[in-house]
């Protein structure tokens, strides 16, 4: 199916020539962009901040609402300190800049291309091929590295086992860069998402990268680390250069805990619900506990939706040239009738 172009954001239905279709795909995976409290609370901070801030964080006007959203982000996932971008590509990237003065760059398979240097990483080996080479170079005497990888895969739905570098011993200075988008606002006590589990990889330098546009609906991103790293990504240029976050937004996000613990609640209910209706059939997908999207491997499973008026995520990623993905993604959006349907539909393919 061709992509469908719409004029309004789609919720739990998109509309499809003229019908409106379930739609089981995006990665508002909290629906917040649809939730009528956290619109309010939206308002409240248009009326408050106005529709955008233009200028730079460095300038001498500084907005405390800025401080005060990335103390709560560090206090959240238990980092030293939180910097705020307007998007997490642009954190990724501002972050990567920065680190690449004074580290080797080492980039996983299928890392986020935030975090990519120019093309990308080329070529992917194997994660196990991958991770021995790593563990090589970490051992031996050289230069700075910095490792960077995503939390996990949002496309094949996996987690990024990074547990074997906690049995290494570093023979030089190593950064992991982790980059958890899809994880914050979701997984973890709170919605504290996967950051928090590498603080404990005591041998390495810990910094973070997060989209704040999935789960938690606002357009922002930001990086997480020790003040070392925040102070050095504060100074450069690109910092100094770009314009910040909506303070609206982060208005939204700061006074918004109680909508996302409560819209979290629902989803944990929607994704119980799909899996126990689905019951021995969801081993045709790979999935995590917890989290809200489901990788299938058929390639017509796209089309036998489709042709029951069900949308799912089915598209080439990063690039047209890359392999074609077909996800389906629960939202707190989703009624209990839409994942019957989708479950019943299901049941005819398997």
């Given at each position: 199916?061709?992509?469908?172009?719409?004029?309004?954001?789609?919720?739990?239905?998109?509309?499809?020539?003229?019908?409106?279709?379930?739609?089981?795909?995006?990665?508002?995976?909290?629906?917040?962009?649809?939730?009528?409290?956290?619109?309010?609370?939206?308002?409240?901070?248009?009326?408050?901040?106005?529709?955008?801030?233009?200028?730079?964080?460095?300038?001498?006007?500084?907005?405390?609402?800025?401080?005060?959203?990335?103390?709560?982000?560090?206090?959240?996932?238990?980092?030293?300190?939180?910097?705020?971008?307007?998007?997490?590509?642009?954190?990724?990237?501002?972050?990567?800049?920065?680190?690449?003065?004074?580290?080797?760059?080492?980039?996983?398979?299928?890392?986020?291309?935030?975090?990519?240097?120019?093309?990308?990483?080329?070529?992917?080996?194997?994660?196990?091929?991958?991770?021995?080479?790593?563990?090589?170079?970490?051992?031996?005497?050289?230069?700075?590295?910095?490792?960077?990888?995503?939390?996990?895969?949002?496309?094949?739905?996996?987690?990024?086992?990074?547990?074997?570098?906690?049995?290494?011993?570093?023979?030089?200075?190593?950064?992991?860069?982790?980059?958890?988008?899809?994880?914050?606002?979701?997984?973890?006590?709170?919605?504290?998402?996967?950051?928090?589990?590498?603080?404990?990889?005591?041998?390495?330098?810990?910094?973070?990268?997060?989209?704040?546009?999935?789960?938690?609906?606002?357009?922002?991103?930001?990086?997480?680390?020790?003040?070392?790293?925040?102070?050095?990504?504060?100074?450069?240029?690109?910092?100094?250069?770009?314009?910040?976050?909506?303070?609206?937004?982060?208005?939204?996000?700061?006074?918004?805990?109680?909508?996302?613990?409560?819209?979290?609640?629902?989803?944990?209910?929607?994704?119980?619900?799909?899996?126990?209706?689905?019951?021995?059939?969801?081993?045709?997908?790979?999935?995590?506990?917890?989290?809200?999207?489901f990788f299938s491997t058929e390639p017509d499973l796209a089309a036998h939706l489709e042709a029951h008026e069900i949308f799912l995520s089915s598209f080439r990623y990063p690039t047209p040239m890359d392999p074609l993905y077909n996800r389906i993604v629960i939202s707190s959006l989703h009624q209990p009738?839409?994942?019957?349907?989708?479950?019943?539909?299901?049941?005819?393919?398997?």
């Amino acid at each position: 199916m061709d992509p469908v172009s719409i004029q309004t954001l789609p919720g739990r239905t998109i509309p499809v020539h003229g019908k409106d279709w379930l739609y089981f795909s995006g990665t508002s995976y909290l629906g917040m962009s649809h939730h009528s409290g956290f619109r309010d609370l939206l308002l409240e901070g248009l009326l408050k901040y106005g529709t955008h801030f233009g200028g730079s964080r460095r300038s001498n006007v500084h907005i405390r609402l800025f401080e005060t959203v990335e103390q709560y982000l560090a206090q959240l996932t238990g980092f030293e300190q939180a910097l705020l971008f307007s998007s997490g590509t642009l954190a990724g990237q501002v972050l990567l800049k920065v680190l690449k003065n004074e580290a080797e760059l080492v980039l996983a398979p299928g890392v986020h291309p935030a975090l990519w240097d120019m093309e990308g990483p080329g070529t992917s080996p194997s994660w196990d091929s991958w991770a021995s080479e790593v563990a090589a170079r970490i051992q031996t005497e050289g230069p700075t590295l910095a490792i960077l990888s995503n939390s996990l895969d949002p496309l094949r739905v996996q987690r990024m086992d990074l547990q074997f570098l906690q049995h290494l011993t570093p023979q030089r200075r190593v950064l992991l860069v982790v980059d958890d988008s899809h994880g914050f606002g979701v997984l973890g006590t709170n919605g504290i998402g996967c950051l928090p589990e590498f603080l404990s990889f005591k041998s390495f330098e810990i910094l973070g990268v997060s989209s704040l546009g999935k789960a938690c609906g606002i357009p922002a991103g930001a990086v997480f680390g020790p003040p070392y790293w925040i102070e050095k990504i504060w100074q450069s240029p690109f910092m100094g250069g770009a314009s910040p976050a909506s303070p609206a937004f982060l208005y939204a996000f700061l006074h918004g805990a109680p909508f996302y613990s409560t819209q979290r609640a629902i989803l944990q209910r929607n994704l119980a619900h799909f899996q126990n209706a689905l019951q021995q059939r969801i081993e045709h997908f790979q999935y995590i506990s917890g989290f809200p999207a489901f990788f299938s491997t058929e390639p017509d499973l796209a089309a036998h939706l489709e042709a029951h008026e069900i949308f799912l995520s089915s598209f080439r990623y990063p690039t047209p040239m890359d392999p074609l993905y077909n996800r389906i993604v629960i939202s707190s959006l989703h009624q209990p009738p839409d994942i019957d349907h989708l479950v019943h539909t299901l049941d005819t393919f398997f």
